[in-house]
Nanobody, 123 residues
Framework: QVQLVESGGGLVQAGDSLRLSCVASGDTFRRYTLAWFRQNPGKEREFVGV?????GVANSVKGRFTISRDNAKATVYLQMNSLKPEDTAVYYC???????????????????WGQGTQVTVSS
């Protein structure tokens, strides 16, 4: 099992940048595929980016967001540049050690989740 703790969210203006971090503990970090999802009230959890079994970000954030990981620090990052009001959401880190490549963008494929960190982008 792995425990995940996100940090780095906050209130920013459109065009600003934020870097989210997710620190993992409890198991061998490098075994896991890590992903970021986001969610607004009443909406489904939306895929943002993944690193591990596959690597990439959603089309909606391509060119603005970058996902990376530091296995020595057991941390996955989401660098968010040129933020827009529509990026406002709670951002969640997720992990799986058994995921298959075709499922890496599906929230149901991840067994472990952090508590989320709020990102609010004002216009």
């Amino acid at each position: 099992q792995v425990q995940l703790v996100e940090s780095g969210g906050g209130l920013v203006q459109a065009g600003d940048s934020l870097r989210l971090s997710c620190v993992a503990s409890g198991d061998t970090f490098r075994r896991y595929t890590l992903a970021w999802f986001r969610q607004n009230p009443g909406k489904e959890r939306e895929f943002v980016g993944v690193i591990g079994k596959s690597t990439g970000v959603a089309n909606s954030v391509k060119g603005r967001f970058t996902i990376s990981r530091d296995n020595a620090k057991a941390t996955v990052y989401l660098q968010m540049n040129s933020l827009k009001p529509e990026d406002t959401a709670v951002y969640y880190c997720a992990a799986s050690s058994t995921i298959i490549t075709s499922s890496t963008t599906s929230s149901t494929a991840y067994a472990y989740w952090g508590q989320g960190t709020q990102v609010t982008v004002s216009s």
